[in-house]
């Protein structure tokens, strides 16, 4: 740090003018409470209008002299160039504008995390320091081209885990963190996430700026269209090979993975069964929202990255760029035309008729993969036997009757050699069923897979014989022609 960029700093940061701002305290907990809390990136403009007007009136008793003016005023004077707290965009497929934080917003958001642990009296120190020298350690050996350096580790690690395991078999006991520990290091890991999801607004707005710079060259007309889109091109390249791009698109290829995301929800499970992070409510509901947010977050940077892609196809697009010009040219005639009817404005009736109804889609409007809905499972087994049922189940399967399929099938060629077709009426009253309904069932199965004709429309009624006793049972069956 020097005193040129700490004075510019403190002179210009939007981060820094909310932490000045009267009535920052508000603004960070309306905002902290809409965004962070509710694990939400964007919020529509009605939405966001009637959640401030529901927390001024919430906060009016308590404090009168705070949040006074119109939430309207509040919004946009938090979108504005001067405070860039809020960013205000239009997203695709929806009427009404968006709103999301900005990273000036997420810087203030971590700096007050660290400082609200620190003045809470928890400082993770023993866990920082463990994370800082097992980093720098896996760094040295991570960078070493060196095949001795790796083996050493590699060996290291190796009887570390073996002394463990030896341990355990001999005497059985497990070296488990203190309460302090788990809470120190579960604090970290939680602190950690919520400056990861922070990160994503800077990557976010290089594509903006790379998209912004395009789209400015273009309707400057300064530069040819091969210029526009070598600049895209290089720009998108650096873009991917500094460090932010390539750390952004190996978390993107990592939390894509179903593996590492079972991964995830397995170890967010555990994390739940710890008895000394049972208070941390908060905590758990961060980690347990991992998974979707992130997913959440990195789809809407690709979405971004779609738009350049999309921009550079417009700009390739020989016809769009004549079509655009013809628009153009139109537009001018247009309001050269309504110049000279100023003057002189038509007495009738002046209209416009729009077509609307020609359907537009884009192959890159399809939504971001995600993981598919997972059923708990239920186990269906009784816990008591019944053995009256179990016997009336036994009852019923000795008594069914096992077809004959050869039997019928040879019953059947043989009709159809004799009078050239059959129906199946004439078959059963020919060849009464000796298992009941069930061999009517195995008929019309051998209909369907030798290929005879079934109608959809005809019906045909048979009649089954019963025994003594038994009163016949008629069916209504479709029409069926067993034939060559």
Not at 26 to 36: G, M, P, R, T, Y
Request: proline share 5%; with cysteine.
């Amino acid at each position: 740090m020097d005193l040129a960029k700490l004075i510019a700093y403190f002179e210009t940061a939007p981060a820094v003018r909310l932490l000045r701002s009267p009535n920052v305290a508000f603004i960070v907990d309306f905002l902290n409470h809409q965004f962070k809390r509710a694990g939400r990136i964007t919020i529509p403009h009605a939405e966001l209008l009637a959640a401030l007007v529901t927390y001024q009136e919430t906060i009016q008793e308590s404090y009168p002299d705070k949040l006074q003016d119109k939430p309207e005023t509040y919004l946009a004077g938090w979108c504005s160039s001067q405070t860039r707290w809020l960013r205000r965009l239009l997203e695709a497929g929806r009427n009404e504008p968006v709103y999301q934080l900005t990273p000036h917003t997420e810087e203030v958001f971590a700096f007050l995390d660290r400082v609200l642990e620190q003045d809470f009296g928890y400082v993770g120190t023993e866990s920082r320091l463990r994370l800082v020298m097992e980093t720098l350690a896996d760094l040295v050996v991570g960078a070493s081209e060196d095949p001795e350096t790796r083996l050493g580790h590699l060996r290291a690690e190796t009887e570390r885990i073996a002394r463990e395991i030896r341990g355990i078999e001999r005497e059985g006991l497990v070296t488990r963190y203190q309460p302090a520990q788990i809470r120190e290091r579960f604090g970290m890991a939680v602190s950690l996430l919520k400056q990861l999801q922070g990160d994503f607004r800077a990557v976010e707005d290089k594509f903006k700026e790379i998209t912004q710079q395009v789209q400015q060259r273009q309707s400057e007309g300064r530069d040819s269209r091969g210029g526009i889109l070598e600049f895209a091109l290089d720009s998108e390249a650096v873009l991917k090979r500094e460090d932010q791009g390539v750390s952004f698109y190996e978390f993107v290829r990592f939390i894509l993975s179903p593996a590492q995301q079972e991964k995830l929800q397995s170890i967010i499970v555990q994390l739940g069964t710890i008895p000394e992070l049972m208070e941390q409510s908060d905590g758990l509901e961060t980690v347990r929202r991992m998974v979707p947010s992130l997913l959440a977050e990195a789809e809407k940077v690709m979405r971004t990255n779609q738009r350049l892609s999309a921009t550079l196809r417009r700009l390739l697009d020989a016809r769009a760029q004549q079509d655009r010009q013809r628009v153009g040219q139109l537009c001018r005639d247009i309001l050269g035309l309504a110049t000279c009817l100023a003057t002189d404005p038509p007495r009738g009736t002046v209209g416009l008729t729009v077509e609307t109804k020609v359907p537009m889609a884009s192959p890159f409007a399809r939504t971001f993969w995600s993981e598919p809905p997972r059923l708990a499972a239920v186990s269906l087994t009784e816990h008591e036997t019944d053995a009256e049922r179990r016997a009336e189940t036994f009852r019923l399967l000795a008594q069914m009757q096992r077809l004959d399929w050869r039997r019928m099938r040879r019953q059947v060629q043989e009709m159809i050699a004799r009078d050239g077709m059959a129906t199946l009426g004439s078959l059963l009253a020919e060849h009464p069923p000796e298992a009941g309904v069930v061999e009517v069932l195995g008929y019309l199965q051998i209909a369907h897979e030798d290929g005879h004709p079934i109608s959809r429309d005809a019906e045909e009624e048979i009649v089954l014989p019963r025994g003594r006793g038994e009163q016949a049972l008629a069916l209504t069956v479709p029409l069926v022609r067993f034939v060559t």
